[in-house]
């Protein structure tokens, strides 16, 4: 970002003499931030005159408390307020929004390296020791942030001598780091928010010969990790690779998920092997079809990828020859949701909202349900925004799918308001089982012995068609944060 120097009107210590000043005040007081091109009518006449000194003594008077100067007089409107009264800086960032930032909040996030450790970004200051009520002195701006003094404290460990301090926050870090929700279409430079995963749908019409792989020799490759790289960075952009001549091994297959991370262990085990059988604990296990599903949908933190490798399809009549069936299918859930949201935006919504809760309910280990289950559950599509609050979900700011029909259960604490509520719910559900199945986005691949698969479980879903046999398969789970951690170890932006 190319900073901007915002100008500076810097006030301090003054009353509550101006309506005009009153108004402003009690807008603060109501909102987080406000628009400042809608205050124009209203409010930034004065600031400016304020700020030009078309000002008149008689409606502005100076006191020894107050300061005042303009970084850059061609970067206006550019205000910022020490509001003694209220302990608040206010700064207005020429975006059309003005944020409020606490004394007591700014002091405590100084990035000095006497408060912050400059290479473990640690605090260092004692939070503790900050006065609750402490007060700005006096604050400027200055090309390279907002420059803030604070006043003398007595309380310096041992010595009993006071020191004033200053700090200064860069501007894109202050824009960026807003301390209270702002309005959704008021949020601090929208363009740069968190950047949004880049992400590339794999198509149906890409199986089986054009679906992204990389060969176990160059995953495995060491100390190049240019293979791994490719296949970190497969999996975040498109959701799944393949890695084609794996040995067809369990413990190959192990080899190729630590290579990410260590094994995520849940009810089911660490790393899994299993042949399908009778009195199975869950559907996976039997020979019935799946229907597209994410796994672990009653977990608070679902498993963030899923490895498996077919090890062995042989027909239940004639162990000698290949079993019939069985294919694995995918779905792009971020595909599928944009789809929705383009074509049946209530059916969006309805997903984004209600929260549903899930369970695995055969395990002898006993019921598995999320730590929210009893409280609210979660919505099928799961959102997120830098400012931690979506007003608007939209297929940019989603992060996490969950969706398991199959392991839905009725909540102990009701997800729907009303009938009407319920009906949209069940409506949106309908379609959207509807659109993963469709041959738009449903992808079908037949899993071969020494071609595993690993699949990105918070964004691409997965099913199996109904077979004849007996298969052997094994796999396993790593968390989310442990796949973006091992990305982002090898720079790739995850
Ligand atoms: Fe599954
Ligand atoms: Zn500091």
Not at 411 to 436: C, D, G, Q, V
Request: positive net charge; glycine residues 6%.
């Amino acid at each position: 970002m190319k900073p901007r120097t915002p100008s500076v009107l810097f006030r301090g210590g003054y009353g509550f003499q101006y309506p005009w000043k009153r108004q402003a005040l009690r807008r603060f007081a109501n909102n987080t931030s406000f628009s400042t091109r809608k205050r124009a009518s209203s409010l930034s006449t004065r600031w400016n005159t304020v700020s030009t000194s078309q000002r008149t003594p008689s409606t502005w008077t100076p006191s020894h408390t107050q300061t005042r100067c303009m970084a850059s007089a061609s970067s206006l409107p550019q205000v910022l307020i020490n509001d003694m009264a209220n302990q608040e800086v206010i700064v207005d960032f020429n975006t059309g929004t003005a944020v409020r930032y606490p004394s007591f909040w700014l002091r405590d996030h100084c990035p000095c390296a006497e408060c912050q450790h400059p290479s473990t970004h640690q605090r260092q200051l004692d939070t503790f020791t900050i006065d609750p009520e402490i007060k700005v002195s006096s604050v400027r701006s200055t090309p390279s942030g907002l420059e803030v003094s604070w006043p003398a404290t007595t309380d310096i460990p041992d010595t009993g001598s006071s020191a004033t301090h200053t700090s200064v926050y860069p501007w894109e870090w202050l824009e960026t780091h807003p301390p209270f929700i702002q309005a959704s279409n008021k949020t601090p430079s929208p363009t740069r928010q968190t950047a949004q995963r880049t992400w590339a749908h794999v198509p149906p019409s890409a199986a089986p010969d054009n679906l992204p792989r990389v060969s176990y020799d160059a995953i495995m490759n060491t100390p190049d990790t240019d293979g791994l790289k490719h296949f970190l960075q497969n999996i975040h952009t498109y959701g799944l690779c393949f890695m084609p001549e794996t040995p067809a091994t369990p413990e190959a297959t192990q080899s190729l998920i630590e290579r990410i991370a260590h094994i995520r262990a849940t009810h089911y085990g660490g790393f899994w092997d299993f042949t399908s059988e009778v009195n199975p604990i869950d559907t996976a296990y039997t020979n019935d079809p799946l229907p597209p599903h994410t796994d672990t949908t009653y977990f608070t933190d679902p498993a963030g990828l899923q490895l498996f490798h077919l090890l062995s399809h042989t027909s239940s009549r004639d162990p000698g020859k290949p079993g019939k069936g069985g294919e694995s299918t995918f779905v792009d859930g971020f595909a599928a949701a944009a789809y929705l949201h383009k074509h049946f935006p209530q059916h969006y919504h309805a997903l984004a909202t209600y929260p549903i809760t899930s369970a695995a309910l055969g395990s002898p280990a006993g019921a598995f349900l999320n730590t929210n289950a009893s409280l609210h559950g979660y919505p099928v599509l799961n959102h997120s925004s830098p400012t931690g609050r979506v007003s608007s979900p939209s297929p940019t700011m989603l992060v996490q799918i969950r969706w398991n029909n199959l392991d839905r259960f009725a909540p102990m604490t009701p997800s729907f308001p009303n009938h009407t509520a319920l009906k949209s719910w069940y409506a949106a559900a309908r379609e959207w089982a509807r659109i993963l199945e469709s041959p738009e986005f449903l992808l079908t691949v037949k899993l071969q012995p020494g071609e595993p698969v690993i699949f990105d479980n918070w964004r691409v879903l997965h099913g199996r068609l109904g077979f004849e046999g007996k298969r052997r398969v094994c796999g396993a789970y790593t968390g989310m944060d442990d796949f973006r951690a091992r990305c982002r170890s090898l720079g790739i932006e995850a």
